[in-house]
T-cell receptor, first 114, second 113 residues
């Protein structure tokens, strides 16, 4: 089946630790995105990538890092510099030059700092 | 930079009544507009989009939306709401030639039986 897979679904982190969220897609999409969702604040863009080996900061990139070494993969690292990392994280991909253009989303990872 | 506003936090509607969820946008250039729905603890599901052409677009589950360039709006509508339509709805926009995709804050829709 084609789609986007985020893992793990639930993740617990101790304060001061870095943690990496996985996002893999087999849709052959060029663009990939990471969003953070908090109650009442909608989806806020953390980073996005338009092509392999390229990525741009979104609105709330501080305390996060990404890489795009392969077209299929766009992992997000939540570093210890992120002061309030507890949130629901969503990964998406799209083919902006294609017919569809809409973004497809994974099922999300809920990160909790303990 | 592009942005989206969804002015109402929550929309309450009786089952069988028309449902409207409002969205306005701000962009420099031609907008691509999208509506998504989210159920609890899940990812977003695509409902419909406006790229070009007819201002009235039809999507999944009986939803439709009307693009109004002069009012910079893209309101989501459904003629007869179902209890199962209760969910969180997001409007999103990007501009032709720019892959940055911006979302609104979302609207919680509650359909009352």
């Amino acid at each position: 089946d084609g789609g986007i897979t985020q893992s793990p679904k639930y993740l617990f982190r101790k304060e001061g630790q870095n943690v990496t969220l996985s996002c893999e897609q087999n849709l052959n999409h060029d663009a990939m995105y990471w969003y953070r969702q908090d109650p009442g604040q909608g989806l806020r863009l953390i980073y996005y990538s338009q092509i392999v080996n390229d990525f741009q900061k979104g609105d709330i990139a501080e305390g996060y890092s990404v890489s795009r070494e392969k077209k299929e993969s766009f992992p997000l690292t939540v570093t210890s510099a992120q002061k309030n990392p507890t949130a629901f994280y969503l990964c998406a991909s799209s083919d902006p030059t294609g017919v569809s253009t809409e973004a497809f989303f994974g099922q999300g990872t809920r990160l909790t700092v303990v | 930079a592009q942005s989206v506003a969804q002015p109402e936090d929550q929309v309450n509607v009786a089952e069988g009544n028309p449902l409207t969820v409002k969205c306005t946008y701000s962009v420099s250039g031609n907008p691509y507009l999208f509506w998504y729905v989210q159920y609890p603890n899940r990812g977003l599901q695509f409902l419909l989009k406006y790229i070009t052409g007819d201002n009235l677009v039809k999507g999944s589950y009986g939803f439709e939306a009307e693009f109004n360039k002069s009012q910079t709006s893209f309101h989501l509508k459904k003629p007869s709401a179902l209890v199962s339509d209760s969910a969180l709805y997001f409007c999103a926009v990007r501009v032709y030639g720019n892959n940055r995709l911006a979302f609104g804050k979302g609207n919680q829709v509650v359909v009352i039986p």
